[in-house]
């Protein structure tokens, strides 16, 4: 009971990072039908983002741990948008004006993620970096039951990150917005919607919640290394997809589901099947429904 | 006369690589590029008939190339070399030229089925969640093979260059190369065979409409099925003379960053181009040649170079077209099939 309990606690956890990286592959997709391949490696930027801005708030102003945590956080979700921004700006809308075939769009961002993630590799080397710890880890111990409170941080963030994205999404006129570009791509700006600052509205978000995630999984995993990215965004995006991907809901859905899969996997086999099950899970899932337990499936019409 | 100018051109060209390479005029180095060149000319070739006359998304096209480098590399170090797990010989070495090109094509049978963890899917699936599919079924196969502790788990398998070492005992030849040479011409000449075929139509078909190719009595599914193995197939082919040119394999060379070269060199040549792909491989392993001495850079330029090309000539080098229409002078010496 107890180990069961424990299990969940640490599905959750888990589960979290992949529902926070796995909303910025919703959001674009879900406005613009583009998987966003680069999203893995903007997480991964986005944890060496937290890593330089609490080493230089922490060594050079010497603030104590906990208002480098209160910096820390906009900081990097700041500067991790940037880089999204900036890849949406560089890379993909010069294609959408050209109205360039979507898989071009689907290679450029493959290059990108390859661009980042070896473009770190060349200039920060292939030494790992340790993550400076910001507060003091407690642990508590309930009925058997060890948490941390770094752990039941990152679980009630991913929960009040959901709460805010499906406030925007649903209740905002911006959100309104993004669900209309998704719906209808010509008829957006006919209505008066600025779509080029919506589709920069939408990388904003997605890319400062990967920020989120990294400063959050750096705390956690206090190592980081260029290839961090790649795994982590992969299976990501494979919970955005089996949650049904373009639909926050199910990115949360999808990742929380896939975290306690792994996590219940560990539990029982040994830890080098944890790839081979997540995979073969998400191919079950595909084959049998294939739009996702949320997705919509679209008739193709002659 | 007409007829036979591409077969002689060929054989003489084998001719010339075996004596080059038995002579040692050209040397190691240059013969393991030459050596890559094919293995990417069967991979890109194998690729651009699902990403290219398909329209499908492939991007896993390194885990099937996996299964057919472990499958025929076991196979032939159980056969012909003595081995810590598999034991002795089980055949006579001298026997190994003959049943080598057997091994190599058991390797390609294995990855084809392997291709129906893909093939399958696909019959509901398509775009973007098949794309994730191949993904998924790139990954599975590097987890299983890692998993697998008697052929080395994730430190790899190695034993292959005594097999290549007692083919070049029993008749002093260079085999390699002529073996890579050999497939490459085959798995291109398949390729074109099958995609000029009436039966192979029915591949673009799919790709131009799905419905309509139902309509008009195209069997998409079979026809899916058949271009996903035989796509995934030939991938373990080359996969097989890729493990017994190193000589050793590891699941980490099969990653995904592999299937992202592959993919690279498919759109890099244009899809649905055969002679695109061929001459996209050539340019692409003389490219990360040349780029060597960059190291980890290398790996930031030509995503780079990929990006330029999405953006500035998105179909490709060669776009949908075959080297005879921009060399229509080509057409006096082979007969070239639409």
Request: hydrophobic residues 55%.
């Amino acid at each position: 009971m107890e180990s069961l309990v424990q299990n969940i606690l640490n599905a959750l956890q888990w589960g979290s990072f992949y529902a926070l990286i796995a909303l910025g592959y919703t959001l674009v997709y879900g406005v613009l039908t583009l998987i966003n391949f680069a999203h893995g490696d903007v997480f991964m930027v986005g944890a060496y983002i937290a890593f330089f801005v609490s080493t230089f708030l922490l060594t050079t102003l010497g603030l104590p741990g906990w208002g480098v945590l209160i910096l820390a956080i906009p900081l990097t979700m700041f500067f991790t948008s940037l880089v999204g921004v900036t890849l949406e700006r560089v890379a993909y809308r010069p294609l959408r004006r050209k109205g360039a075939h979507r898989l071009y769009v689907v290679i450029t961002a493959l290059m990108a993620g390859l661009i980042l993630e070896h473009a770190n590799l060349a200039i920060l080397g292939a030494s790992r970096k340790a993550f400076p710890s910001l507060i003091e880890e407690q642990v508590y111990n309930i009925g058997g039951v060890v948490f941390t409170n770094l752990k039941l941080g990152v679980i009630f963030t991913a929960a009040a990150v959901f709460v805010l994205l499906n406030f925007i999404v649903t209740k905002t006129k911006i959100g309104m917005a993004m669900r209309a570009i998704s719906y209808d791509k010509f008829a957006v700006p006919l209505m008066g919607i600025p779509i080029d600052q919506i589709i920069v509205f939408t990388f904003i978000l997605g890319s400062s919640m990967a920020g989120l995630a990294g400063l959050l999984f750096a705390m956690s995993y206090p190592v980081l290394e260029p290839y961090m990215g790649a795994l982590i965004g992969w299976k990501a995006f494979i919970a955005a997809v089996v949650g049904g991907i373009g639909d926050i809901r199910g990115a949360f859905i999808g990742g929380f589901l896939l975290g306690a899969v792994e996590i219940m996997v560990v539990a029982v086999f040994p830890s080098t099947y944890r790839d081979l099950i997540a995979f073969s899970v998400l191919l079950i899932i595909l084959a049998v429904r294939p739009t996702g337990l949320f997705g919509v499936a679209r008739h193709t019409k002659i | 006369m007409k007829r036979y100018n591409v077969q002689i051109i060929l054989a003489v060209a084998l001719a010339i690589l075996a004596y080059l390479a038995q002579e040692e005029i050209i040397g190691k180095y240059a013969l393991s590029v030459l050596m890559f060149m094919g293995i990417n000319v069967i991979l890109s070739t194998s690729l651009n008939l699902v990403n290219g006359y398909m329209g499908e998304f492939s991007c896993g096209h390194a885990g099937f190339m996996a299964v057919g480098a472990y499958v025929s590399s076991v196979l032939g170090v159980m056969l012909f070399a003595k081995d810590k797990v598999f034991g002795p010989a089980l055949l006579d070495p001298s026997l190994s030229i003959w049943v080598f090109p057997l091994i190599v094509i058991i390797g390609g049978i294995a990855a084809a089925l392997a291709g129906l963890l893909v093939a399958i899917p696909s019959f509901k699936t398509r775009g973007d969640y098949l794309a994730i599919i191949t993904i998924a079924a790139n990954y599975i196969v590097i987890s299983v093979v890692e998993n697998i502790d008697t052929i080395g788990g994730a430190r790899g398998f190695m034993g292959m260059k005594s097999v290549v070492k007692a083919m070049g005992k029993t008749i002093d030849m260079p085999w390699m190369p002529i073996w890579v040479f050999i497939f490459t011409i085959l798995s291109v000449w398949i390729i074109r065979r099958f995609i000029s075929s009436t039966f192979g139509k029915g591949v673009p078909a799919i790709n131009q409409d799905e419905i309509a190719a139902e309509i008009m009595s195209v069997n998409t599914n079979k026809m899916k099925m058949v271009a996903f193995m035989l796509s995934s197939g030939l991938a373990g082919v080359a996969g097989a003379l890729f493990a017994y040119i190193l000589g050793y394999v590891n699941p980490g060379s099969f990653t995904i960053l592999k299937s992202t070269e592959v993919l690279v060199m498919v759109y890099l040549g244009g899809m649905g181009s055969l002679s695109g792909s061929v001459l996209s491989a050539i340019l692409f392993t003389l490219l990360l040649e040349a780029l060597r001495p960059l190291q980890i850079i290398k790996w930031v330029v030509v995503p780079f170079l990929l990006i330029l090309l999405m953006q500035f000539r998105p179909e490709g080098i060669m776009g949908n077209r075959e080297l005879p229409d921009f060399f229509p002078r080509l057409k006096r010496f082979y007969a070239f099939k639409d």
